[in-house]
């Protein structure tokens, strides 16, 4: 099966590590959910709108991320076997992410779905993801009585704001997923300097993201602003220094050997090489060198999977 550089992966991962620290500050602000640090006691409107945010997010961003993190498995898949790679995810991972790493990225991958999703298909699904989040979530909020305070009827137990609240949440997850996918895909398909190392980082990034915010959010305790706004500045203040500080990590030699980015960095030109080239060169190669130094020489081998068609890769060299 040939492949493009998917950069419009990369893109849509540096989006969702942006959209959990965002989560997490809309809680501190007053959002709905569960965090280290809040500050102070939100209106009713700023309440409102932050919960609002963080259903939305909450309904898609961790289920593609690990989709994503499962469409680029295959390769170590077919280096080490299903016996292997199994007992590798299982000890490392667990169950949960087992399923969509193993189970959702390789079907996703092996069908090509990530990249096949058509313009008309992305737009139908952004018209339901908007009614979907601007009138039906909304009136089950009014209707189930969250206006009123009654919160606890949709997390949990058995009651039908619980039950209409999950089918409201797995359908507008897979909406948004499809329409995400497909925007990137058809306009966000190409990277510069900054979102290249945004992209490095982003792993870096989503490790350290809690501490930094919290810090950022207790720096500014004293600022008089309306709860909105310092949710603003929070944002505004925390996505990039997190995504600073994981730049600066990432390239220390203990780091990077903790978060194995040597390893993960040798799989994906070992990647390459065995895709594009049609040669089978396993993990650390010995004629490899040469060809990776070219590679990366022409900025091919950097981020991504598969960057280039065969016939392509021969042209340019």
């Known amino acids: ?9 990369d893109n849509l991962r540096i989006l969702l590590i942006t959209l959990i620290m965002m989560i997490h500050l809309s809680i501190t602000y007053g959002g709905e959910g569960s965090w280290y640090y809040r500050d102070g006691q939100a209106d009713t409107l700023s309440s409102i709108l932050l919960t609002w945010h963080n259903a939305a997010v909450q309904a898609f961003s961790m289920g593609l991320l690990f989709m994503i993190a499962g469409y680029f498995t295959p390769g170590s898949y077919d280096r080490k076997g299903p016996r292997q790679y199994l007992k590798d995810r299982l000890l490392r991972l667990g169950i949960p992410m087992l399923c969509y790493d193993f189970i959702i990225g390789i079907v996703a991958y092996r069908h090509n779905w990530l990249t096949r999703i058509s313009g008309p298909m992305g737009r139908l699904w952004l018209c339901l993801a908007i009614i979907s989040i601007v009138i039906v979530f909304p009136a089950l909020f009014v209707l189930g009585g969250a206006i009123k305070g009654n919160i ?6 058995l009651h039908w704001q619980c039950f209409t609240y999950a089918l409201w949440e797995q359908f507008t997850g897979v909406a948004l997923i499809i ?20 992209s490095g980082s982003a792993y870096t990034a989503y490790i350290i993201h809690a501490p930094v915010i919290i810090l950022v959010a207790i720096a500014i305790r004293n600022i008089s602003l309306y709860p909105l706004l310092k949710f603003v500045l929070a944002v505004l203040i925390s996505v990039p220094l997190c995504f600073g500080i994981g730049n600066i990590i990432r390239k220390l030699p203990l780091a990077r050997r903790i978060l194995a980015l040597d390893v993960w960095r040798q799989r994906r030109k070992a990647d390459f090489i065995q895709h594009a080239l049609g040669i089978d060169i396993g993990l650390d190669p010995e004629p490899a060198p040469a060809l990776i130094c070219l590679f990366e020489q022409y900025g091919l081998a950097e981020i991504g999977f598969l960057p280039v068609f ?8």
């Open 1 to 9: 099966m040939e492949k493009i550089r998917l950069f419009f992966i």
């Open 152 to 157: 606890d009827a949709f997390t949990g137990g």
């Open 179 to 198: 329409t995400l996918l497909a925007l990137f895909h058809k306009r966000l398909n190409r990277q510069g300097k900054l979102t290249r190392a945004m």
């Open 310 to 317: 065969k016939i392509k890769l021969v042209a340019r060299f």
